[in-house]
């Protein structure tokens, strides 16, 4: 059958899906802003037919109550666009220093955030490539297959997307790049049960770092890698423009996939849930919360009964200067890693550091994500326009992330010094985050769709629709 066919009613849920990037809406991407507060009644806990689940809205032959925008509004999973806010006001935190600063300088906010935000925005790409594919009820054939190219194509259009901006030269580990390898490699678990997703998740949680410090192990210096991974990256083309290419997208970059992919393979199981169910909320945030308290028990517990010990023991200033540079192991810990610990000594997998990429951090961070995605569905229909804003942000994820990038780079370039908008460098925490939250909520209000959202959700349906 031909991509080039009209859409199905299942392709007109689709349409009212989440999609990965341009708005995570949950459920429903209608697009309209709430005419309305919804009323915190027992709706909550109302059971919608498996179509309303797929797209947010009533199923066929169902009848809105009320007026229709309020219940579009209602209908929404408007807690994934939260969580999404939070994950990308997360990475402000890291990128431009949003909080307080505390007695010994240090910024509050950091250690709470780093690595954690960016698990979450994962995580979420993930449930939204779920939401995408039918959610609860997994298309076949055809719809399966528009779903699955438009994954592929976003990922595609991230990779240029987030070259240039890497190429900015800004002190942001950007994200973006990363993605197409993500969408990629979820693609073929696209059609697959959630049981078979967590699972793979939870394997790759354990087996991702292990495997990961083997090979950059062989990849150090004198290892039988160590030509091979040099002769790659002198053809990668990413390489020569941005010094981020295939080999750091998969292992040794600031998000390889080889520990990445267990926040998104969660998602994308997470996705396949009926997310207005109330017990299923409650159920994220038990199980997350769970899985991260036994996750950063267990490495306290091994680095307090030996390992600590080992590494301060065995470390090496220069293994550790490719990866963050610390000058002790204590100051490695509090600040974290750069996406990968150092392979001098097997120990370091025992941390759980924000962007360490061992399995303690995997699935403490991951864990994490879970219990504030749960915890965001639960709250946010009762605080709906309170929230508002954080959604707005979060719905318009793409545009505020290469924003924010943007104003960094015109805030260290010096241009704007000595001018009327010279507050954009003197306190570029404050214009970031204000600039956002005020931007994001205007936009959404007035037009919907996202600036760079809207053309990159028609290019990538039109494109998925016309391969055969």
Known sequence: MSNSISPSPRDGAAETAADPIDSARGASAAGTAPSAPAAPSGRADAQPSPAAERSGGPGP??????????????????????????AV?????????VGWTLADGSNALYGLVSGRSAALFALLAGVSIALLSGGPTPRAGHDMGVALWRVVIRGLIMLPV????????TPVS??????????????????????????????????????SFYVRGLMAEGGPLRGPVAAVN??????????????NFLLTGAYPAITWMPFVFAGMAIGRLRLRRRAVQWSLVGVGAGLAAVAYTASWAALALGGRARLEASFDAE???????????????RVGFPGTV????????????????????????????????????????????????LAAVGALALTTYVGHVLVIRLAESGLVDGTPLGFVSDRLDLTVLVGALVFATVWRLLVRRGPLEGPLHVVSMWAAKRIP
């Open 61 to 86: 032959g169902e009848r809105s109550e009320g007026a229709g925008a309020a219940k579009k509004a209602a209908d929404r999973l408007v807690g994934i666009d939260v969580a999404r806010g939070l």
């Open 234 to 247: 002198s053809y990668d083309p990413l390489v020569a423009l941005a010094d981020d290419g295939v080999v």
């Open 174 to 211: 950007v994200i973006l790049a990363y993605y197409a390898v993500f969408f990629v490699l979820a693609a073929p678990l696209m059609s697959e049960r959630w049981k078979i997703v967590a699972g793979t998740a939870a394997v790759l949680g354990v087996l991702g770092p292990v495997v």
């Open 342 to 389: 150092p392979v001098n000594d097997w120990a370091w997998l025992l941390v759980s550091a924000g962007h360490s990429g061992t399995p303690f951090e995997v699935f403490g961070a991951g864990g994490i994500a879970i219990a504030v995605l749960g915890l965001c569905l639960i709250v946010a229909p009762y605080l709906r326009w309170a929230v508002y804003p």
């Open 162 to 169: 987030g070259t240039l901006l890497t190429m900015t030269g």
């Open 319 to 333: 293994a550790v200067a490719g990866h963050g540079g610390a000058s002790s192991v204590a100051e490695a810990l």
């Open 89 to 97: 006001l997360g990475m402000f935190v890291v990128h431009v220093g």
